[in-house]
């Protein structure tokens, strides 16, 4: 009578190639979480801008996208400040220091809108803003009833980056109030992620 099952030694042979596989496997998936890392900061905080802009629309009154930093980074507290390298971000009317974790109210000072907590990927993405005229570093943006920036101090670029990646993105906010996001490593002028 024949006996079914796997010897021992097709058991080794199949666990060393597939340690084989995952061991060449392993370089391209951390590339990729940290690929993913920085686009969902990039793209939270794109969604900020333009939550902001709607909203300054939609209200016709100035509303700002403020970048806010937290002593948990994964959770908006009223412990707030603002600050140029986070990516935390809160939408509201007035500066919300001290207000992050409030309910969006229409009457109540600094009427927030919205705001997310980012966190900081395990300390794998950076992020870093600067002044429309490039001098400084930027923490808030206005948009007016038009969509179109108010304050000559206001962000213009969010450059979110990680180590070792291959995907650095940038935010750049026109002062007409359009947001785009672009790739400031491409440099062929007909390709649509240049900067």
Do not use: Y
């Not at 140029?84 to 000072?109: E, L």
């Not at 429309?132 to 450059?159: E, L, P, W």
């Amino acid at each position: 009578m024949r006996q079914r099952g796997f010897t021992l030694v097709e058991l080794v042979v199949t666990v060393a190639a597939l340690a084989l596989i995952l061991m060449m496997a392993m370089p391209s998936v951390a590339s990729w979480l940290g690929n993913a890392r920085i686009r969902n900061v990039a793209d939270s905080l794109q969604n900020g801008l333009q939550i902001a802009r709607a909203e300054a629309v939609r209200r016709n009154q100035n509303v700002s996208f403020w970048l806010v930093a937290v002593n948990d980074p994964s959770v908006l507290s009223n412990d707030c400040t603002l600050s140029d390298i986070s990516g935390s971000w809160v939408v509201s009317v007035n500066s919300p220091v001290g207000h992050c974790a409030d309910k969006p109210s229409t009457v109540s000072s600094p009427m927030l809108v919205t705001g997310r907590a980012m966190g900081d990927a395990g300390g794998r993405v950076t992020v870093a803003s600067v002044q429309s005229d490039k001098s400084t570093a930027g923490t808030f943006v206005t948009f007016d009833g038009f969509g179109r920036v108010t304050n000559t101090d206001s962000i213009g670029q969010i450059d979110v980056t990680g180590p070792g990646s291959s995907v650095n993105l940038r935010l750049a906010v026109s002062p007409a109030g359009l947001v785009r996001m672009c790739d400031p490593r491409v440099t062929d002028a007909n390709d649509p992620r240049k900067c």
